[in-house]
C-alpha cells in the first residue's frame, strides 16, 4: 500500500508513559513502596491524579494524603529513593511491555512522512525508549531533563514542536493524563486521549489504545 505524505509537514507528540509504554505500574509500586516505608498507603484511584505529574509534585500529594510532613530536604532524599526503585524495575523492561498499537502505529507514521517526538515529564524516558527498542522512532526527544514546566504547563509540546520546525497547530499529541490533555490543548495543538473519555476532558477524540488509529484518522484531525 502506497503512503502518501500529507500535503504539509504534520507532527505528532507522544507522552511516553500510559501511551507508549506501561510503565505507570511501575512509577505506582515504587510511590507504594515509599509510602509503606512511611507508615501508610495509598490507593489506585489516588495515583490516578499523579499521572503526568512531576516527581517533587508527586512526593508532596503523597505526603499530604499520608498527613506526613517533611523538610525540603528530606523531600529530596524521598524523591530519590523512590527514583531508585524505579530506575531498578524499569532496567528490566522489554519490547514485551509496549502498548498494543504502539510499534504498528509508529511505524505507519515514518513511513507516511509525518514527524514524531516525545514529550514527557519523565527523566528517564531515554532509559525505557533504549530497553523497549523504540528509540529510532523519534525525531526529537522532550522530557524531565530539559523542561521545568510540569504540564499542564504546555512547554514540553511547544519545545517539541519548535524541535520538528512544525507549527503547533498542525501538531497532534497523545495523553493518557488530565493534564497532558490540558498542556495540548494550551499549546494550540489538537489532542487524543489513550485511555477513559471521563478521566481526559477536552481531547478531540479517544481511544483505549493505539492500535485503534490509523494515520489517515490523524491526518483529518490535522484538517478540522
Given at each position: 500500500?502506497?503512503?502518501?505524505?500529507?500535503?504539509?509537514?504534520?507532527?505528532?507528540?507522544?507522552?511516553?508513559?500510559?501511551?507508549?509504554?506501561?510503565?505507570a505500574v511501575y512509577h505506582y509500586k515504587a510511590w507504594k513502596?515509599?509510602?509503606?516505608?512511611?507508615?501508610?498507603?495509598?490507593?489506585?484511584?489516588?495515583?490516578?491524579?499523579?499521572?503526568?505529574?512531576?516527581?517533587?509534585?508527586?512526593?508532596?500529594?503523597?505526603?499530604?494524603?499520608g498527613g506526613v510532613e517533611k523538610t525540603e530536604t528530606q523531600k529530596l532524599a524521598l524523591a530519590a529513593q523512590k527514583n531508585e526503585w524505579y530506575v531498578a524495575m524499569i532496567d528490566r523492561m522489554t519490547q514485551a511491555e509496549v502498548?498494543?498499537?504502539?510499534?504498528?502505529?509508529?511505524?505507519?507514521?515514518?513511513?507516511?512522512?509525518?514527524?514524531?517526538?516525545?514529550?514527557s515529564a519523565s527523566k528517564n524516558s531515554g532509559m525505557i525508549l533504549q530497553?523497549?527498542?523504540?528509540?529510532?522512532?523519534?525525531?526529537?526527544?522532550?522530557?524531565?531533563?530539559?523542561?521545568?514546566?510540569?504540564?499542564?504547563?504546555?512547554?514540553?509540546?511547544?519545545?517539541?514542536a519548535q524541535l520538528?520546525?512544525?507549527?503547533?497547530?498542525?501538531?497532534?499529541?497523545?495523553?493518557?493524563?488530565?493534564?497532558g490533555i490540558e498542556a495540548a490543548l494550551a499549546g494550540g495543538m489538537k489532542a487524543i486521549g489513550v485511555g477513559q473519555e471521563a478521566n481526559l476532558k477536552g481531547a478531540q477524540l479517544y481511544v483505549k489504545d493505539l492500535s485503534q488509529l490509523s494515520v489517515k484518522d490523524i491526518v483529518a484531525l490535522t484538517e478540522k
Open positions: 500500500m502506497q503512503h502518501h505524505p500529507p500535503a504539509k509537514t504534520i507532527a505528532c507528540l507522544f507522552d511516553l508513559d500510559g501511551v507508549l509504554v506501561d510503565t513502596q515509599l509510602a509503606n516505608s512511611l507508615g501508610f498507603d495509598f490507593t489506585e484511584a489516588q495515583n490516578e491524579h499523579l499521572k503526568g505529574v512531576n516527581r517533587m509534585r508527586s512526593l508532596d500529594m503523597i505526603l499530604n494524603w502498548l498494543p498499537g504502539s510499534v504498528a502505529l509508529l511505524e505507519n507514521l515514518r513511513q507516511a512522512g509525518i514527524k514524531i517526538a516525545l514529550g530497553r523497549t527498542k523504540l528509540t529510532h522512532f523519534f525525531d526529537a526527544i522532550v522530557d524531565g531533563n530539559v523542561v521545568s514546566k510540569s504540564k499542564p504547563d504546555p512547554e514540553v509540546f511547544v519545545k517539541g520538528l520546525g512544525v507549527p503547533v497547530a498542525d501538531c497532534v499529541v497523545f495523553e493518557d493524563a488530565q493534564a
